[in-house]
């Protein structure tokens, strides 16, 4: 009777499982119908690039300077070791353009604005607001989560492209102002071994991160129950799975595009 028993809660376990992974593709998948087959509310989707992009630019800056930094300071410490200073610029610049641009500003930009979709969306939910919108024959899809889906695919590329350049700079400053290196030599090392498809190719990655956290933000917000409990767990739910699923796509992007 115990080992039907075990059984069964892993057939329970593996059935929600499948139920909720279900309901997230079709969820993506209306929202897909919805914005190939219905006219983009323009006007939405510019505020809410505002919202997502503009007013997340001062923490991905923040962001992408310090962590600029923080790899030219690592990079000297091993290369030092080696004498390969020369090197410091390409891969500062490496780094970030592949790497940590892009993931840091969609763990950024998740934390901020997928956070804040799920919330505005869930509390709509829990007030009844969305049913208020259906009632009055407002397409919800079309009006609430296209633009924020659609927005933050959009302004991610821009933010990592600040947080890139500023990464840059703030590396610079690290190894010219306070390692004391040659300045010239680290921008000429740049200059000589980025390549223009790195930083295309780390654009689009940040592209598909900011599909990421809108979708997992606007389902969640989307799909809340329990009132304001409610809207709290799917808030930092929204934040744990885009993060996750921002890091498993990172992994396999990289293993495709470089």
Known sequence: MAFIKVVDEIGRYVLNV????????????????????????????FAQMQTIGVDSLSIVVLTGT?????IAFQT??????FGGHEFMGPIVALSLSRELAPVLTGLMVTGRA????????GTMRITEQIDALRTLCINTWQYLVVPRIVASTLMLPFLTL????????????????VLGLNGHQYLNGIARHLQ???????????????????????YKGYNTKGGARGVGRA??????????????????????LF
């Open 18 to 45: 499948c139920n909720r992974f279900g309901s997230f593709i079709i969820f993506f998948a209306i929202c897909a119908k919805t914005l190939f087959t219905t006219r983009l509310k323009i006007g939405k989707t």
């Open 66 to 70: 310090f962590g600029g930094a923080v």
């Open 76 to 81: 000297y410490i091993g290369f030092k070791r």
């Open 114 to 121: 997928g956070s804040a979709i799920a919330a505005e969306i």
């Open 162 to 177: 600040f947080a890139f350049v500023f990464g840059t700079l703030g590396g610079y400053a690290i190894a010219v102002y």
């Open 196 to 218: 223009l498809q790195d930083v295309i190719k780390g654009l689009f990655k940040s592209s598909v991160f900011g599909l990421i956290l809108a979708w997992v933000g606007a």
């Open 235 to 256: 808030t930092t739910q929204s934040v744990v799975v885009a993060s996750i699923m921002i890091l498993i796509a990172n992994y396999f992007l990289t293993a495709f």
